[in-house]
């Protein structure tokens, strides 16, 4: 039997952004804080693969191929069914995402040399509420599934 778990379309777009800012700007970031975590090159993999499972669930390999085709996406769902990885899985990923953009929240803090104060205020506020979603999706994973040991 596949199980699933329901994110909603507003924290879809938050796991989006961040999974995909992680991946195409701050890689070296990811890459940092998966030091500190003293992560290995295999588990690294693990989670990338996550990652990407998690991004299939939530269409967005669908609408990159539809953009690269010249092909109007579909609208936007209201949900979107994470069946690609089991919720332990899931739940370490959104503890992983959440702490990587606390650590990118943390970053914007202090004034940086090239990027304007506004700008920056902006992608603090961002990394703050990417943090605030992951929290907030893990919590109901937790609700909703609290003793799955898949």
Known sequence: MTRSFKIAGHERDWLVSLIAYRFFVADRLRVRQARKRDAG???LAREFGDDMRLLADLGWFDGELLEALEIPAPADLDEYQVTLLSPADLGATLDRL????LAGSAYYLEPIPDVPDNERQERQVAFQLAAETCGDVRARLEKEQPNDDE
């Open 41 to 43: 090159p295999e588990q």
């Open 98 to 101: 959440r702490e990587e953009a």
